[in-house]
């Protein structure tokens, strides 16, 4: 096994001061907590990272939140700090959430700044990664001084403007894909009583990403949490509202760590599971295996049909399904998702091309056409779908693979032209 990558880190402020981690939001750099490091250094010693492919730091992908939170936990640990209090924008804050989750006893204290239990939906997320294959980091950076700043911030900071745009334009594309999809992938909303830390959930009141509904659910949930709204402010409230930020976490972080003082909260009860029928246990010392029942595979193919084809494709075909199409639906689930696209020998990019050229040999134009969207979603670039097609005239036949091209053609345009 290799071993953990560490995060490429800053540290400010005095070595025995108790260690505070400022984490940035997906497409910012350590950077974007600068307005807030002078008061706070007085305070804490403060740990600063880059997110994979951000800033110059390494490109290495991170593909779950779980994956980068293991990250920073290897960087904590080479400084030899066990508890420390965390504070983080956007996707830092799902990988202080994760941290929470899986490592109650490290945190001290957390705080979500533009944050959500679900960054928008799946299907956002991987439509821009499509994008992003096809068109680069332009139309994102492009886009950003809308997406972060309220309009009479970004008319009057024209040069933190610059900056934000600039930042997205250097990030590592590879990376900045791996990010959308770990956000459309990450999902706490059923598991948010299970965070024990205190936390303070911090939202621009403009902030249309993750507005404060968003923060107003994550309060909901969380045993532990009060709400902060930010007046003036849209998504990177660090950046727009420097001081509003600084005084609260401030005060949030300094109350918290000075409660957690005397040491971790006890862990949680375990509750051990029923002992197994007798009967049962009768079987295994026998070395009974009943090795005839295999698992249901209709939530996994569930899972993976809505990966790859998208939500709002899923919940149609359900929504159209009836008595009469029931059990062929599934059937499609179970078998063509749960049993062959689940099946882990070759990778869904390389099905994306076996699906794509059958559909071409039997001129299935009408599943072509989600298959062609499924494809870009699976990481195909439009030039490898051509090159696919391309194949298929030679040995589906011209009139196929003509056909075949003129429905691709429309649903890329549709899927890869960035939105105005």
């Given at each position: 096994m290799s071993e953990t990558k560490t995060l490429q880190h800053r540290i400010d402020g005095p070595e025995d001061a108790p260690l505070l981690v400022l984490a940035p939001a997906l497409g910012a750099t350590w950077h974007m907590w600068d307005r807030q490091i002078p008061e706070l250094t007085r305070h804490w010693r403060v740990l600063r990272f880059d997110l994979p492919g951000h800033g110059g730091s390494p490109a290495h992908p991170a593909t779950a939140a779980s994956e980068l939170a293991e990250r920073l936990l290897a960087t904590v640990d080479a400084l030899g700090v066990d508890r420390f209090g965390y504070a983080g924008a956007s996707l830092g804050g799902a990988i202080g959430a994760q941290l929470a989750l899986d490592h109650p006893n490290r945190v001290s204290s957390l705080a979500l700044v533009s944050s959500s239990a679900r960054h928008s939906t799946p299907d956002a997320w991987r439509q821009q990664g499509v994008v992003i294959r096809t068109n680069g980091l332009e139309p994102v950076a492009n886009g950003t001084p809308e997406r972060w700043f309220t309009s009479s911030f970004a008319g009057a900071q024209p040069a933190i403007v610059d900056w934000a745009v600039q930042m997205i334009r250097t990030t590592d594309p590879g990376c900045y894909i791996a990010s959308c999809e770990l956000l459309a992938a990450f999902d706490i909303r059923t598991q948010l009583s299970r965070i024990g830390v205190p936390a303070l959930v911090m939202a621009g009141a403009e902030d249309q990403l993750t507005p404060p509904a968003d923060a107003r659910a994550l309060v909901a949930g969380i045993p532990d949490a009060r709400l902060a709204i930010v007046p003036g402010a849209s998504h990177l409230v660090p950046v727009e509202q420097p001081g509003a930020v600084t005084e609260l976490l401030i005060r949030h972080l300094t109350t918290t760590w000075q409660q957690s003082a005397a040491g971790p909260p006890a862990p949680a009860p375990v509750i051990a599971p029923e002992p197994p029928p007798a009967a049962a246990v009768a079987e295994l010392e026998a070395g009974v295996v009943d090795v005839g029942v295999r698992p249901d595979p209709y939530d996994a193919g569930?899972?993976?049909?809505?990966?790859?084809?998208?939500?709002?494709?899923?919940?149609?075909?359900?929504?159209?399904?009836?008595?009469?199409?029931?059990?062929?639906?599934?059937?499609?689930?179970r078998y063509a998702w749960g049993e062959v696209w689940d099946r882990p020998v070759i990778d869904r990019r390389t099905r994306s091309v076996a699906t794509l050229t059958a559909l071409t040999a039997g001129g299935h134009l009408d599943e072509l056409v989600f298959h062609t969207r499924a494809a870009l979603r699976n990481g195909l670039t439009p030039a490898e779908i051509a090159e696919v097609l391309l194949h298929t005239a030679v040995y589906c036949g011209m009139p196929a693979a003509n056909a075949a091209f003129a429905v691709a053609q429309r649903v890329i345009r549709e899927e890869t032209t960035p939105e105005e």
């Amino acid at each position: 096994m290799s071993e953990t990558k560490t995060l490429q880190h800053r540290i400010d402020g005095p070595e025995d001061a108790p260690l505070l981690v400022l984490a940035p939001a997906l497409g910012a750099t350590w950077h974007m907590w600068d307005r807030q490091i002078p008061e706070l250094t007085r305070h804490w010693r403060v740990l600063r990272f880059d997110l994979p492919g951000h800033g110059g730091s390494p490109a290495h992908p991170a593909t779950a939140a779980s994956e980068l939170a293991e990250r920073l936990l290897a960087t904590v640990d080479a400084l030899g700090v066990d508890r420390f209090g965390y504070a983080g924008a956007s996707l830092g804050g799902a990988i202080g959430a994760q941290l929470a989750l899986d490592h109650p006893n490290r945190v001290s204290s957390l705080a979500l700044v533009s944050s959500s239990a679900r960054h928008s939906t799946p299907d956002a997320w991987r439509q821009q990664g499509v994008v992003i294959r096809t068109n680069g980091l332009e139309p994102v950076a492009n886009g950003t001084p809308e997406r972060w700043f309220t309009s009479s911030f970004a008319g009057a900071q024209p040069a933190i403007v610059d900056w934000a745009v600039q930042m997205i334009r250097t990030t590592d594309p590879g990376c900045y894909i791996a990010s959308c999809e770990l956000l459309a992938a990450f999902d706490i909303r059923t598991q948010l009583s299970r965070i024990g830390v205190p936390a303070l959930v911090m939202a621009g009141a403009e902030d249309q990403l993750t507005p404060p509904a968003d923060a107003r659910a994550l309060v909901a949930g969380i045993p532990d949490a009060r709400l902060a709204i930010v007046p003036g402010a849209s998504h990177l409230v660090p950046v727009e509202q420097p001081g509003a930020v600084t005084e609260l976490l401030i005060r949030h972080l300094t109350t918290t760590w000075q409660q957690s003082a005397a040491g971790p909260p006890a862990p949680a009860p375990v509750i051990a599971p029923e002992p197994p029928p007798a009967a049962a246990v009768a079987e295994l010392e026998a070395g009974v295996v009943d090795v005839g029942v295999r698992p249901d595979p209709y939530d996994a193919g569930m899972k993976v049909r809505r990966e790859v084809l998208g939500d709002a494709h899923v919940d149609q075909a359900m929504e159209r399904t009836d008595e009469f199409t029931q059990d062929f639906q599934d059937l499609v689930t179970r078998y063509a998702w749960g049993e062959v696209w689940d099946r882990p020998v070759i990778d869904r990019r390389t099905r994306s091309v076996a699906t794509l050229t059958a559909l071409t040999a039997g001129g299935h134009l009408d599943e072509l056409v989600f298959h062609t969207r499924a494809a870009l979603r699976n990481g195909l670039t439009p030039a490898e779908i051509a090159e696919v097609l391309l194949h298929t005239a030679v040995y589906c036949g011209m009139p196929a693979a003509n056909a075949a091209f003129a429905v691709a053609q429309r649903v890329i345009r549709e899927e890869t032209t960035p939105e105005e």
